[in-house]
């Protein structure tokens, strides 16, 4: 089981054609690092899919997943970071 404390969520997407290089690369400079046992989750121009990247520690896990109906709401709220409570981290884990 991959732990996971911390997720980020992109305020800007990305083109789902990246591999591990490039969203690790993305990651790195926006916070000079990827941080063990945080999440950060991308998506493409209209939410229906997202790709996430997870730093365990010691290797990278890189996942991309394609929503069968609708599209994911990004938050709007100006903020640069956004808590999730409990319940939401759990949905969108169990969901990935």
Same mark, same amino acid.
């Given at each position: 089981m991959?732990? $996971? /404390?911390?997720?980020?969520l992109? +305020?800007?997407? $990305?083109?789902m054609? !990246?591999?591990m290089d490039?969203?690790l &690369? @993305?990651?790195?400079?926006?916070? %000079?690092?990827?941080?063990?046992h945080?999440?950060?989750?991308?998506? #493409? =121009? @209209?939410?229906?899919? !997202? =790709? $996430?990247?997870?730093y365990?520690?010691f *290797? !990278?896990?890189l &996942?991309?997943?394609r929503l #069968? =109906? *609708?599209?994911?709401?990004?938050? /709007?709220s %100006?903020h640069?970071?956004?808590?999730? #409570? +409990? *319940?939401?981290?759990?949905?969108l884990?169990? %969901?990935?």
């Amino acid at each position: 089981m991959i732990r $996971i /404390d911390s997720i980020w969520l992109a +305020t800007e997407p $990305i083109d789902m054609r !990246i591999g591990m290089d490039t969203a690790l &690369a @993305r990651v790195v400079q926006v916070f %000079g690092a990827a941080r063990p046992h945080h999440a950060y989750l991308f998506s #493409n =121009k @209209r939410s229906t899919r !997202i =790709k $996430i990247l997870i730093y365990d520690g010691f *290797g !990278i896990w890189l &996942a991309s997943r394609r929503l #069968n =109906k *609708g599209s994911f709401t990004w938050t /709007d709220s %100006g903020h640069l970071s956004v808590a999730l #409570n +409990t *319940g939401q981290l759990q949905a969108l884990v169990t %969901g990935l």
